[in-house]
């Protein structure tokens, strides 16, 4: 009933967030009363865990919900799952996730995995001075806490932890201790507000500290039993999915009135190259999706059987959401290829689908790199990378 219910909200909401998707991208950022109501119906809370008013979602949940919100509006989606980063709080020692609730019980999150940020420990208490510049920080402009990556330096060097291992974390503090700079003027997902954020000679204890590629969550619930970049799968595949979805359906509409004939003749939806291309394209987005639903649909009976993830099975499921991105750009491409000149306005939703979907995949999470780490486990090797 609890997923039902987060789905049918997110419906609700999709066709304004679809009307004003034009706006956003002006205002580069998610109009505020739209953040508000994305607030209201908890959306920015599908993994944040229970104990905490949260609403601890399964992974296929989480997928159809910003789906959904992406198939609307790419930005509004991208926006919405980085929101979620709220679930992270579920590494940190429980008590200390209660005080990071307990400020704002709607709070949003945002931050950036890449450890551009330093960290020196003071002395005299064992706190973390935190220095650094972050890129990418969607939906930064209503975020009440940031969560960015550090190195925690040991005088001048990075603190190591083991070999060729140096101290990196994520550093949870307040917005209001950040300084966000505005650096938002892209080509995709214009309407995220992804500035850049700084922070200098932030104090942050310990404790408010996380390393979820590197050890398990101080939460029970099955969904934090997944491995955290497993969890970040069900959050991610959403997104190209749901703009692949939009663009099909953008595509379908135009071409039942629309002729690419001089002089002007049958539509294209009576071309029947054009309906094989539909046919195809089709096919390979409802196929990525199911392959996602049954890779993430298998790891979750797995954990909620009280059994961990085998490395095949964590392999799988970034496989298929790889396969969802690369996917959805291919039908993408291929639609807004044919929809001729008129899809170059700012008026026609495929120019947004292709340049939205463009900028998403340019995610560190979705690069060759993780292609190879798939492949890798595929051949019985080692993936070569804790992103799995």
């Keep these: 009933m609890k997923g039902n219910a987060l789905l049918e909200a997110a419906r609700q909401l999709a066709p304004e967030l679809s009307d004003r998707a034009h ?12 953040v508000e109501k ?44 980085i929101g979620n980063g709220t679930s992270f ?25 890449a450890p551009t940020g330093v960290a020196h420990v003071d002395a005299r208490d064992g706190s973390l001075i935190v220095d650094g510049r972050w890129a990418f920080n969607s939906g930064c402009p ?30 949870f503090f307040p917005a209001s201790e950040g300084e966000i700079i505005d650096t938002w003027h892209v080509a995709g997902l214009r309407g995220t507000g992804s500035h850049d954020v700084v922070a200098s000679g932030v104090r ?28 970040l799968c069900s959050y991610l595949s959403g997104f190209p999915l749901g703009v692949g979805r939009r663009a099909l359906d953008e595509f379908a509409t135009l071409a039942a009135t629309k002729s690419r004939k001089t002089p002007p003749g ?17 096919a390979a987005i409802r196929s990525a999706r199911a392959f996602v639903i049954e890779a993430l649909g298998e790891a ?9 993830l085998s490395m095949a099975q964590r392999s799988t499921v970034l496989l298929a ?21 008129g899809a170059l306005y700012n008026s026609s939703p495929l120019q947004r689908c292709a340049r939205d979907l463009a900028a998403g995949t340019q995610h560190i999470f979705f690069s060759l790199e993780q292609w190879k780490a798939a492949g890798r486990v595929l051949l019985g090797r080692d993936p070569g990378t804790f992103m799995i």
């Design 266 to 282: 049958p539509t294209m939806a009576e071309d029947e190259a054009i309906q094989v291309e539909q046919a195809r394209a089709e």
């Design 142 to 171: 209503h975020a009440e806490w940031f969560m960015q990556g550090i190195v925690v330096l040991d005088g001048d060097a990075p603190r190591m932890i083991g070999p060729d291992m140096p101290d990196w974390r994520f550093a």
């Design 321 to 341: 959401t790889l396969n969802a991105t690369r996917s959805a750009r291919a039908v993408v491409d291929m639609v807004f290829g044919l929809a001729g000149g």
């Design 38 to 81: 994305v607030r209201a119906a908890g959306l920015f809370h599908l993994g944040l865990p229970a104990e905490l008013g949260g609403f601890e979602c399964d992974p296929l949940t989480i997928l159809r919900v910003i789906e959904e919100l992406s198939r609307a509006d790419g930005s509004a989606g991208w926006t919405t799952l």
């Design 204 to 231: 942050v204890p310990p404790e408010r500290t996380t390393m979820p590629f590197f050890q398990p969550a101080h939460f029970d619930g099955p969904l934090y039993q997944l491995p955290f970049a497993t969890m």
């Design 89 to 113: 709080v579920a590494w940190l020692e429980p008590e200390v996730a209660k005080a990071i609730v307990a400020d704002k019980p709607d709070f949003t999150l945002s931050g950036a995995f």
């Design 300 to 308: 979750w009976d797995t954990v909620c059987a009280g059994n961990e």
């Design 23 to 34: 706006e956003g991208e002006g205002l580069r950022t998610m109009p505020s009363d739209l």
